[in-house]
């Protein structure tokens, strides 16, 4: 991917789409952010579209995510060398053909509900798509808790690909362990635990449509395909049968048209057979066992102890604003940092992360280890600089790509594009936008007399 025979990725992808161009034929996928999320939404569901796209309370925090980058400039460099640019990098003992990764989204049916097959062919038109993409490029999945498809299934299509996994703590601790377990049995190399959606925010695109995925077994495969969930289920069954009230819904709601397609989205989501699950209590009992367990708002940053004995894989806190947040993850034994405001989906009116992010940087590349029980205290000699500082939140182009890794990133987790790309045209749509994305951060350091990733740094920007 960096170079072929000193041909760039940048050089390769714009060549290709104006050579096509010649005959007639457009990019796969819009190259404009813009027109790529407005054709995205003429294709999409309503509701996939408002899930996939909306954010909290009035949209602030999405707009200045993105508003955000434009106040970092970078600036050109002439005159310089940069014939040959590779945008390799090393993270974590891996190495990458470039510093992007692909974002754990959830429910992530939802964006192709409208593809062949529709809703009942989504789950395997989701992650399997976004796996062969990955697969193709050699850039790391950050598999999601909230994904329609188990991680297993997604990790045989990705064959020796990397890919990481993507926590929500539940509030049964067996439940953690058991996702921790399998993240390690699918070749999972990193545990990324997201800190910021212990309670969901106020997403209002969701909230007007009343819609929430989970309630409709959407995006819970992890959790269905669990051995501990699924007897956190049989027990929540038998207790009903016990109790003798059948689980039934109060007599004064009357079904509907969208409680029958409820019903039946649970049904087909289960395992097994769909009109087995319609005669019986498991599929709904699922979703309400989900309902329950799905977070826990009491963590403290104690509790990473608990879960730094439960696996020898890095750990990362996904969700990190503060500097003193980043400095109190790793005394308490974060491997890593992955400064994110979910999106701009959790509070609205928050700090955009883009200007987070250089204060976490430089907490991270200070901090010493207070109890030294930390992250440094598994690190090699270089000490914090070998604590990885990835970033999230906003991120659309390979400038930004440029703008994130000169504040300080080692990577960037890349959202809802490739989520865009996919609903257009599934694997070869995710591809097309992250090799978009590259292309145009190889052409960015070009510009910026860059030619490699280790290069880039503060001095690149007007600060």
Same mark, same amino acid.
């Given at each position: 991917?960096p170079t ?8 390769? @992808?714009? &060549?290709?789409?104006y ?9 796969t996928?819009?190259t404009?952010p813009?027109a790529?999320?407005a054709a995205?939404?003429?294709r999409?569901?309503?509701t996939?579209?408002s899930?996939?796209?909306g954010?909290?309370?009035?949209q602030?925090t999405?707009?200045?995510?993105r =508003?955000?980058?434009?106040g970092y400039?970078? @600036?050109? !460099?002439?005159m310089v060398?940069?014939g040959?640019?590779s945008p390799a *990098?090393?993270?974590l003992g891996r190495?990458?053909? #470039?510093?992007?990764?692909?974002g754990p989204?959830g ?10 097959g529709g809703r #009942? ?5 989701a992650?399997?798509a976004l796996?062969?993409?990955?697969r193709d490029?050699?850039l790391?999945v950050v598999i999601?808790s909230?994904? &329609?498809?188990?991680?297993?299934d997604?990790a045989?299509?990705?064959?020796d690909?990397p !890919?990481w996994?993507?926590?929500?703590w ?13 993240a ?5 190399e990193?545990?990324v635990?997201?800190l ?7 997403r ?12 409709? #077994? =959407?995006?819970i495969?992890?959790y269905?395909s669990?051995?501990v969930?699924? +007897?956190?289920?049989?027990?929540r069954?038998q207790?009903t049968a016990s109790s003798g009230s059948?689980?039934?819904a109060?007599?004064?709601?009357r079904?509907?048209?969208a409680?029958v397609?409820?019903l039946?989205s649970?049904a087909?989501?289960h395992?097994?057979?769909?009109l ?10 699922? @979703? ?15 509790d ?8 020898t894989?890095p750990?990362l806190v996904?969700g990190?604003?503060h500097?003193d947040?980043?400095?109190?993850a790793?005394?308490?034994g974060?491997?890593g940092?992955?400064v &994110?405001?979910?999106?701009g989906?959790?509070?609205?009116? +928050?700090?955009a992360?883009?200007d ?7 907490a991270?590349?200070?901090?010493s280890?207070?109890s ?5 205290a598994?690190?090699d ?5 070998s ?7 906003g @991120?659309? *182009? ?5 703008t ?6 080692d ?6 594009p490739?989520?865009y ?7 070869d749509g995710?591809?097309a ?6 292309a145009?951060?190889d052409l ?5 007399g860059?030619s490699?990733t280790e290069q880039?740094? !503060?001095?690149n920007l007007?600060?």
């Open positions: 991917m072929n025979g000193g041909i760039s990725i940048g050089r390769t @992808v714009q &060549s290709a789409i050579r096509n161009g010649v005959y007639g034929h457009r990019p996928v819009p404009d813009d790529l999320a995205a939404r003429r999409m569901t309503r996939g579209w899930y996939v796209a954010g909290a309370g009035a602030r999405v707009a200045a995510n =508003e955000a980058f434009g400039r970078i @600036v050109p !460099r002439q060398d940069v040959e640019r *990098t090393t993270l190495e990458l053909p #470039a510093p992007v990764l692909f989204v429910a992530l049916e939802l964006a192709v509900q409208h593809q062949r #009942a062919a989504a789950p395997r038109n992650e399997p796996a062969r993409a990955a490029l050699g790391p999601s909230q994904a &329609s498809t188990p991680m297993e997604t045989a299509v990705l064959g690909s !890919r996994f993507q926590l929500y539940s509030s049964d601790d067996a439940l953690v362990e058991s996702f921790v377990s399998r390690e049995a699918s070749g999972c990193a545990i635990v997201t910021d959606t212990h309670v969901l925010g106020w209002t695109a969701d909230l007007d449509l009343g819609y929430l995925p989970f309630a409709r #077994a =959407e995006g495969a992890q269905l669990d051995p969930f699924r +007897a956190l289920v049989e027990a069954v207790a059948g689980g039934d109060p007599s004064s709601n079904p509907t048209a409680a397609r409820s039946l649970m087909r989501h395992p097994g057979p769909t087995r699950n319609l005669t019986q209590p498991h599929a709904r009992a699922a @979703v309400e066992t989900f309902l329950e367990v799905f977070s826990r708002s009491t963590l403290t940053w104690a990473l102890a608990w879960l730094r004995e439960r696996t894989l750990i996904k990190i604003q500097p947040d980043a400095r109190a790793l005394d308490h974060a491997d940092i992955v &994110s405001n979910h999106g989906r959790q509070i609205d009116n +928050a700090v992360s883009i987070a992010l250089g204060p976490v940087v430089d991270v590349r200070t901090w280890g207070a030294g029980s930390g992250a440094g598994r690190a000699d270089a000490g914090a600089a604590v990885p500082v990835l970033f999230d939140s @991120v659309r *182009t390979g400038a930004d790509v440029f994130a890794l000169a504040l300080g990133a990577a960037v987790l890349l959202g809802r490739w989520v790309g996919l609903a257009l045209a599934g694997s995710v591809r936008v992250a090799e978009h994305v590259l145009e951060l960015t350091m070009a510009l910026a860059v490699g880039i740094g !503060r001095h007007a600060l």
